[in-house]
């Protein structure tokens, strides 16, 4: 029996929210924690063992063979990522616009998701003397994390109306980091005691298991092509371009909506900083704080503490997402966004200066505060400022398709500044321009929205 979607349903709203729940492992697991610590040691190790330790820029690296041809280990995984976006970039465009002329959101949601999934338990293959073919699993569990996230936003304005969207967008974020937070536990206490060791990639396994799994209660509840009327559209063309010219649309609508153009544009820059903040916290910290291999405390230890860290970054940034939120209504969203950047900036110039492990705990805490809250917090801005319209999947794939852009150049730039300098934190001074750019366009969008409401008063 056909279930009747009804906007604002508690029910559904809740099943959206459980796919970041069932998504996040990923983001934590995969791109943030285990597997570039696993990445790190397995390829430093090999370097080491292989004759493949090079001085670049007056600093000691390890270096990896891919195709033939020499990289920095680190700077080979931000590549791989940099070309994973690029690949959503191109793909994602074609496939929302058929989501909308064909209402398929939800297929496209649940292969992407599958893709991902099992790209992620194929990493239990993992081997270093074959990279290039190793590689290709980081690279499909990027595609397919990056791809979902499209369709699993643009439901946000269907499944809710906007004043909700703030609220809604925290309590996914926030139940992203619980649950990830959660398997991430459970791996390191099986770890701990023998049964699955990291090692052995028993872990990726279940990060696969976990996303597909739970994504279930998502495509169970989430309104498909038969709970509701489908707006049925006359290709002018091959069905196949479609998406590219609904980008194209957006684009020239956008000129009748500055206020958007000036967000996407902030969102443009300052996300470049956060995502690659995101990717790249947890090799800055292996390589760049002194951590002290032998030390009776736990906490000065490399692997304790970095994984302890990344805890510490998930659950502040649950009370983050929600402070954020709570501070976007008394202050507006976009000054709220504003004070997040600056904070951000903060984050950046700490990150250059420090050293020691008990630092990195200072700078992880700030992290996890305004890591949460400013995604949630753009997401939900976004959805509030678009007009009128049933095109949700071709404005949210214009929105992912800036930010896959600046995740192609983010990683890309971090990884080759490295490359040159042999110095992650000479990248860094580039994530903080980044942010700072971000809060000149934030005050730019802020004005023009004022200008636009004593106009419309």
Known sequence: MTRIFKKNDPKVIKAWTFYDWAN???????????????????????????????????????????????????????????????IVVLMVPILSGIADFAGTKKQFLQFFCYLGAISCASLYFFDVNHLERSMLSVFFASIGFWGSLVF????????????????????????????????????????????????????????????????????????????????????????????????????????????????LASYFVYNMGVQTVMLLAVLFASKEID??????????????????????????????????????????NLRTLMLATIIWVVCTIIAYFIHLPVEFYGLAVLVGFVMGGIQSLSRSTYSKMLPPTDDHASYFSFYDVMEKIGLIIGPFLFGFLEGISGSMRVSVLMLMTFFIIGFLLLIKTRKVALSQELIED
């Open 24 to 86: 996040s492992v990923y983001n934590l697991i995969i791109s943030t924690a285990i597997f570039p610590i696993f990445y790190e040691g397995i390829t430093g190790k090999h370097a080491r063992e292989n004759g493949l330790v090079s001085e670049v820029g007056g600093e000691t690296v390890e270096m990896v063979l891919f195709f033939g041809r020499q990289f920095v280990n680190t700077e080979l995984y931000s590549y791989v990522y940099s070309a994973s976006f690029l």
């Open 152 to 263: 699993y936003n643009s439901f946000l304005l269907e499944i809710a109306d906007k004043d909700q969207h703030d609220k809604i967008s925290a309590q996914g974020f926030s139940k992203g980091y619980i649950g990830s937070v959660l398997l991430l536990v459970t791996i390191l206490v099986l770890n701990g005691t023998g049964i699955l060791p990291v090692s052995k990639g028993v872990p990726f396994v279940l990060v696969g298991l976990w996303w597909a799994g739970f994504a279930q209660y998502t495509y169970y509840y989430l309104p498909g092509k038969s709970h509701y009327p489908v707006r049925v559209k006359e290709p002018n063309h091959n069905v196949f371009w479609y998406g590219y010219r609904e980008l194209r649309k957006v684009w020239r609508e956008l000129r009748n909506y500055a206020k958007i153009k000036w967000f």
């Open 291 to 332: 951590w002290i291999k032998d030390s009776p405390e736990w906490w000065q230890t490399k692997e304790t503490g970095l994984i302890v860290s990344i805890i510490l970054i998930q659950l502040i940034a649950i009370a983050g997402a929600y402070v954020l939120s709570n501070l976007s209504r008394k202050m507006g």
